[in-house]
């Protein structure tokens, strides 16, 4: 009975996608095809829960982030993680680990293969055994040198058909761009002219999700992702899979649809998954991916990093406690994905609407000076606007122009990472963050690509004798994090669910409430986002509260102190 329903609901949002290009037998067919899907997969794979708790925690990495000359890169991350990692980690969010042509793995070649010098599925079906396997599903666009696109070009499947191409009475004058190249490709074929679409590079072309054979081939794939291990999946630039004429191709109704379909086939295999949508924007649409608790499981918080940066660069928390009091709880099993680095950068959309025009350009000056190249997007005068800051965490902390020689670098760094571990919902820590990595100018300077200062991979040998040298700055930044996270595990007032209230106590200041789900434990997190000393006015009750950080810095009989951008968390048990 619960399947039959879930097919009608299967049935009613592809009638919301393809209607009515799609007729009702088209419709039932391809809905047949789904549960088919759906039943192979629950007749091989008994049932399997997916714990989410205070205990989660994400490294975001990628499969080569550590290379040795004796085995496949994974294995060697895997041989790392064990011994340095999975005390603090029970999540490891791989990005993409297939064969690709270009951006670190963006240009998918083929969704169903891993690279070889990365290693194989058995791979990750072992990490998979002991950790939660996040990934990547490209779904947006493919590599112009993959096998789709040849048989694309060939119209052989598979790839007939799978590729977005336009006509010139296309109007394109609304497109919300990501990006500041040439939209559209003019190619001759098919005794026709058309326009390919390609809203990030030349080498990755749009996928074209009105035929229905590209959304079963994505369901497929994510069908296989699972059965190698994988539980958790990021649905990467999903805002801009569907494209209307005259419209600005960004957040269509049938793209949220896709998301729905996508949530409830999840919710329908046996093993247990979630979804993610990465959706770089401002607040309120990246918001509208949860939809009505029915898309996507969990959601960026995109606006935490750049306002996060700010507070501590300006040493003003006014705009970061605006947002997060207005920020809405997320609801029960759903989840805000905290994130302060990646592997892009420092995206500037989430701050439409929060930061004013000066408090941006002053903010793009800063981390200008810091080091930060930029990525810009076209917007609709043909003029450019920067899309993404690309620095390293660490170079965007740095300096300040209150701080000029860096004085208080460290503190800023792991006071940053402190908010974001205990923000509610789940934290993600980027690999080469854990380290205190700079810059990867070198990388920069050969590639040319903005986005490689922060995609610096690591030898095993060397990263490993960094983290037993005690006075190495890898292992100083590595302890001070590990510590935070080690903490964090313990205490039920972080579960990813527990309740936040946001108190705000001034500019200098950024301080939040977490309440665990039994309302037993409370916990305070309060930050100096300032360089000079802040005694707070808190209620005298709070002195006896246990500063869980550090036990020995709390005073019963002493006003609360806190050094410059020093965190305290402070807990009633």
Known sequence: MLFQKNQKKISYILRSIYKPSLDKKDINHLKDQIIQIIKKFNQNNSKKKLTISEKTSLVIC??????????????????????????????????????????????????????????????????????????DIVINHSSARGLWFKNFLKKKKPGKDYFLTVNSRFNTSKVVRPRDHKLLKKIDIFRKSDYLWRTFSADQIDLDFKNPSVLLRFIKIMVHLVSNGVTIFRLDAIAYLWKKNGTNCINLKQTHEIVKLFRLISNLLNVETIIITETNLPEKENLSYFGKNDEANWIYNFSLPPLLIHAFLFENSSYLNKWSKKLPTAKFQNSYLNFIASHDGIGMRPTEGILNKKSLNDFLKRLKKNGSKFSYRKIKNKSKKVYEANITIFDALKKSDTDPYGKFFLERYIAAHAIMISFEGIPAIYFNSLFGKANDEAKYVITGNNRDVNRYKWNYKNITKKLSDKTSKQRIFYQNIGKLLEIKRKQKAFHPNSKRLNINLGPKLFCFKRISLDKKQTIM?????????????????????????NPKINSLNKSLKLKPFETMWLSNI
């Not at 041989?79 to 999975?86: A, E, R, S």
């Not at 999540?91 to 690709?100: D, E």
């Not at 997190?525 to 950080?549: A, E, F, M």
């Open 62 to 135: 990628y499969g080569d982030n550590i290379n040795s000359n004796q085995k496949s890169s994974i294995k060697v991350f895997q041989n790392f993680f064990k011994k340095n990692l999975n005390k603090y980690f029970d999540a490891i969010h791989f990005l993409p680990f297939y064969p690709s042509s270009s951006d670190s793995g963006f240009a998918v070649k083929d969704h169903y293969k891993i690279e070889k010098r990365i290693g194989n599925w058995s791979d990750i079906k072992k990490i998979s055994k002991s950790s939660h396997v996040m990934a």
């Open 525 to 549: 997190s309060i930050t100096n986002c300032s360089s000079v000393d802040q005694y707070p006015k808190l209620n005298k009750k709070y002195n006896k509260w246990k500063n869980i950080i």
